[in-house]
Structure formats: C-alpha cells, structure tokens
C-alpha cells in the first residue's frame, strides 16, 4: 500500500469511528499523553548513594562539628538526583529530611546555626515532586517555624517542585501572621507560571484577593500603623512580580490589579 492510500485509509477510519462504534481519543487524553513525563531509566539501587547517605548520616550525628562536611554531602547529592533511578531519589530525599531532626543550638546572641538546615531545603528545591512532601512537613514545624530564613527557603523551595498538594499550602500561607511568610509564599507562587490556565487563575485570585488587596487597604488609611507598613513594604514586591509571571501583564500600580484581574479573569489568557 502506497503512502497516499494508507493517509486516505486513516482519515476514513477517523471519520467513520463515530457511527461504527470505534473509540477515539479526546484531544485532551492525546494532549495529556504527550506531556506525561517519560519513564525514569536511570540506574538505581546505587551503592555509591548508600554510601553517600551514610556518610551524611554520620556528619549531622556530630551535633554541628562536622555540618560543613554534611553540606558537602548535600551538595554531592543534589548533583547526583538528576541521574538516579526512582529508589535512589526516594534514598536521597529521605536523607536531607533527616537533617532537620538533628538538634543545634543557638548562638549566644541568639543567633540560629542554621546552615546544614538551609542547605538541606535549597538543595530539595531541585528534587521535585519527591521532596514536596518534606518541603510541606517542615513548613511551620514547632522545631523550625521561629527560624524565618530557613521557613522562607524551605516555602520557595517547595514553589521550585510545582507540586500541587504545595500550591494549595502556598495559598494557605497567603494569609500568615508573618510577612516574611506571606512574601516567600507569594514568591513561590510565581513558579507556576507554565502551569494550566485553571491554576494560574487560582493563583492569581488567591494573591490579590487573600494578600495583595487587604494589605494595600491596611496602609491606605489615613494614619496606618507601622506594623501594616512594614507588613506592605515585605509583601508588596513579590506579589506583584508573582503577578506579573503568571499572567504576562506587567502592570506595576498594585491598585490597578483589581481591576485588571475583574475584566480579564474569564479571558482566554493563552489566546494569541
């Protein structure tokens, strides 16, 4: 059969398949199909990962004398995830968990000895959708929720992931009692700029209507108080630039995005 009959046969089949019976595959199961992730064929069950994990495990059981090699241990694994089967990355992501269990104290001054902590949640940002669910556990902790640096790095790291379940605990914390958390939150959010229209759009409403809009009203008082300007001052910046990502409009007067947001949210955003 030459190329022509076999295009004609096709099309007939394709044509035909509605009254004979045939199932045909919505344009929606072809388009999800084409972006399924591709199989992880990556080795696995390493021996150098075990290794790497022991190694680590070894470090942070020295209560903070040998954190710097820890972090080297980070920083080898997180090189390694990107290259590993699916039972390694799973090795690999419950071994940076594990840092967060290890106790250190603070310096005299109150000052917290973080690194092996920070370094654990930056390098989980490049480990999605594996490390989400330890990103989500350690986000406000009892053990953790004072330290702010590492709450902000552990909640951008887990925007890096674009796991679902971690977008709705990045809206939730829109509305935190602390601006640092309401500022990494809404900073995370920007990175589901490449996700389906649906989410932008939740996002978006989530950012003006839970933060952007209450805040902008706390300072338009006539004499707001510091705390509400200092709150405007943290969050206003990363709103607006999450905002701007997610929907292309690069409006910059926050008092305009209401009504940005009022005319457009039934719009085709990814119409051309």
């Known amino acids: 059969m030459n190329d022509s009959a076999l295009r004609l046969g096709l099309c007939l089949a394709l044509a035909l398949a509605p009254f004979s019976g045939a199932a045909v595959a919505h344009p929606d199961t072809l388009a999800a199909a084409a972006q399924a992730p ?83 949640a930056v390098s989980l940002r490049l480990m999605g959708p594996e490390s989400a669910p330890v990103l989500m556990k350690w986000i406000g902790h009892k053990d953790h929720r004072k330290d702010l640096a590492l709450q902000g790095k552990l ?21 935190d009692k602390s ?23 939740e996002c978006v409403e989530e950012l003006i209507k839970n933060a952007l809009m209450p805040a902008k009203g706390a300072v338009d008082v006539q004499t707001p108080n510091q705390a509400d300007k200092d709150r405007w001052d943290t969050i206003s910046a990363p709103i607006i630039t999450s905002l701007q990502r997610l929907t292309g409009n690069n409006e910059t007067d926050p008092q305009k995005w209401q009504s940005w947001w009022n005319d457009n949210k039934k719009k085709n955003w990814d119409k051309s």
């Open 155 to 175: 909640i951008t790291s887990l925007g890096k992931t674009k796991d679902e379940d971690g977008r709705k605990q990045l809206m939730k914390l829109l509305v």
């Open 38 to 120: 591709a199989p992880n064929t990556h080795p696995d069950n390493r021996p150098e990962i075990k290794e790497m994990g022991d190694k680590l495990s070894a470090h942070i059981g020295k209560r903070g004398k040998e954190d710097t090699e820890a972090i080297g241990v980070i920083d080898s694994m997180a090189k390694e995830f990107e290259q590993c089967g699916p039972k390694d990355r799973v090795l690999i992501v419950k071994a940076l968990d594990k840092c967060f269990d290890a106790k250190r104290t603070e310096s005299a001054e109150g000052v917290p000895d973080n690194k092996l902590y920070l370094a654990a």
């Open 179 to 201: 601006p640092a958390v309401q500022a990494a939150a809404a900073e995370a959010l920007g990175e589901f700029a490449e996700a389906d229209q649906k989410i932008r759009k």
